[in-house]
Every structure is written in structure tokens, then in C-alpha cells.
């Protein structure tokens, strides 16, 4: 291989470009610098926004960039969709599966996907006071107090009451709530009461 150490290389008459009937290899790690319009295979020129790419037979031609659609469709069954991600002027085809899951419905409308859910929280925050307390949640303990009683089968908690029944005794009459004796007394009497004989 010969070398020629040149700063610029013409045509033998001066008058135009330089051509390599048997190709230009640029060593490794060496830069081809171009600084015109460049005219690739069959002379034809690129337009704004073309880049250089590869021919059929690997020759430098002229080329739009590269485009990426992204479409949608239905997946092998009901529960599938797929999005489909393609670029232009390529068989190279990327696809992404939706699969739904538990309580999830995926609908499909041309290349709009839709996921609804039926689950319903059930889970929820309920905070109870008492008069002169403060709110709380979590575990609550009902307790009884007095005559009150307290009993829970599965879900249900029911509050109830023991009521004492009063009667009046020998010589006390009780009428409604009010207990009375056969005789006046004053209220700031003190009476006392002794043991009757039958005469």
C-alpha cells in the first residue's frame, strides 16, 4: 500500500473532485472530516432531516430517520391486551401483555386500554366517643355496669338491663315509684317503727 502525504487532492486537471476507483479506507481511529453537500449512492443528495444509512448491497444512501408507532390490540384471550411497539421500515416488532388480575376488567377500545376494578374496601375507619371522652379506633371493649349487660353472638352486640321489681311491704303502699305509709309523718320528723301485736 502506498502513502501520499498530501493537504489537498484534486482531479489531474484542477478542475474537480478526486475519485478512488478502488475505495478509501480510513485507519482506525482517524477522522473523515466532510464539509460540503454530500452526494451518496448514484449521486443523489439528502434532504433536511435525512440521515445516511445503509443500502440493500451495504452502500451509503440517503434515508428518512426512523419512526416508532405504538399500537394496541387484543392479547390470546379475554384477560390479555397487547401493546405493540414497532419502527418504521423494520420488521423489528417489540410487544408489551397486559394481563388482568384478580377483581380487574381490561377493555379495548381501538388503541385506547382500559382497566376497571370491581374490589370493594370493605375496610374502613370507624372512630366511636363517649360522652366526656375522646374519639378512638381500633379494638373497642364494650363493658357493663350496674343492671347493664353486654352480650355478642358473631357480629352483633347487644346492650341490655336487669330491672329490679319493687313491692311494698306490711302497711307500705307503693304506688308508681312512690313508697307511703298509713300515717303522716313531717319532714323533719324522724319516725321509728316497732313491732305490731295482735291483740
Known amino acids: 500500500m502506498s502513502i501520499a502525504r498530501v493537504d489537498q487532492i484534486v482531479n489531474q486537471l484542477g478542475t474537480g473532485p478526486v475519485e478512488f476507483t478502488e475505495g478509501l479506507s480510513v485507519p482506525l ?12 449512492y448514484q449521486g443523489l443528495s439528502g434532504t433536511a432531516g435525512q440521515i445516511i444509512k445503509a443500502g440493500v448491497n451495504s452502500e451509503l444512501v440517503w434515508a428518512d430517520g426512523d419512526s416508532v408507532s405504538v399500537s394496541a390490540t387484543d392479547g390470546a384471550s379475554a384477560d390479555r391486551k397487547v401493546i405493540k411497539i414497532s419502527t418504521t421500515g423494520t420488521t423489528n416488532t417489540s410487544q408489551v401483555v397486559l394481563r388482568a388480575g384478580s377483581n380487574i376488567t381490561l377493555t379495548r377500545a381501538t388503541d385506547e386500554i382500559r382497566i376497571d376494578s370491581s374490589y370493594v374496601n370493605d375496610d374502613t375507619i370507624t372512630r366511636l ?25 358473631g357480629q352483633t352486640i347487644q346492650i341490655g338491663s336487669t ?16 313508697f307511703s305509709i298509713p300515717q303522716e309523718v ?14
Request: no cysteine; hydrophobic share 25%.
Open 29 to 40: 481511529g482517524k477522522t473523515l472530516s466532510v464539509g460540503g453537500p454530500v452526494s451518496l
Open 129 to 153: 366517643q363517649a360522652s366526656g371522652g375522646t374519639l378512638v379506633s381500633g379494638d373497642i371493649v364494650f363493658t357493663a355496669s350496674g343492671a347493664a349487660t353486654v352480650t355478642q353472638t
Open 163 to 178: 330491672n329490679t321489681t319493687y313491692t311494698g311491704g306490711t302497711g307500705i303502699t307503693l304506688t308508681g315509684t312512690e
Open 186 to 199: 313531717a319532714t323533719t320528723s324522724s319516725p321509728t317503727f316497732g313491732s305490731s301485736k295482735t291483740q
